[in-house]
């Protein structure tokens, strides 16, 4: 993996993270959209040496699970929802894409059209750091996600994944408000 820089952005009240991602990155989210783009093109993935796959009895209790923590969803339990969530099986890691592997599969015109870009573009990922006021608990997350959600006021606030209460927000605003 070749290095990547951080860089800090400042928000209206708040601040996120840019990361650039590596060319290796970039080439695995050129692949998965070519493979969108091309029907019946599947591209070369693989799992870690010591992978062991799930069995069937935890596919079984993550599909009850998932259905469970729907249901608390509906009923805008979240506190039911996130004690639900804490009780999925370890599924083991997703495989990863073998890019030259899976680079080997495109005819060439393509293929160096992908490298080029990856070459010669610039592609980042954006996250931000959230804090529970209530239980201080603390997670980065995709930004993009936050501001999906993000209707009104002055900082995005959500549910917290560990007790349920919406006063997860970003950690700037928690420092301020923490400060008082
Ligand atoms: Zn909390």
Not at 6 to 26: C, D, Q, V, Y
Not at 37 to 55: H, L, N, Q, R
Not at 152 to 157: I, Q
Not at 161 to 179: E, M, R, S, T, W
Request: proline share 8%; aromatic share 12%.
């Amino acid at each position: 993996m070749t290095m990547t820089k951080m860089e800090i952005i400042m928000k209206k009240n708040f601040t996120t993270n840019i990361r650039h991602k590596s060319f290796e990155e970039k080439l695995t989210d050129l692949i998965i959209e070519y493979q969108m783009d091309t029907p019946g093109f599947t591209p070369v993935t693989e799992y870690p040496a010591d992978y062991i796959p799930p069995s069937d009895a935890d596919y079984e209790l993550t599909e009850e699970l998932q259905k469970k923590m729907y249901e608390a969803f509906l009923d805008e339990d979240y506190e039911e929802e996130e004690r639900l969530r804490n009780l999925l099986p370890d599924l083991g890691p997703l495989p990863t894409i073998n890019i030259e592997k899976t680079l080997a599969l495109i005819p060439e015109a393509e293929r160096n059209s992908l490298i080029d870009w990856a070459m010669d573009n610039d592609s980042i990922e954006e996250t931000i750091t959230l804090k529970c006021l209530k239980c201080d608990y603390e997670e980065e997350i995709d930004y993009e996600i936050v501001e999906e959600t993000w209707f009104e006021g002055p900082y995005p606030t959500s549910y917290c994944p560990q007790c349920g209460k919406p006063y997860f927000v970003p950690i700037d605003i928690y420092n301020k408000k923490k400060k008082k």
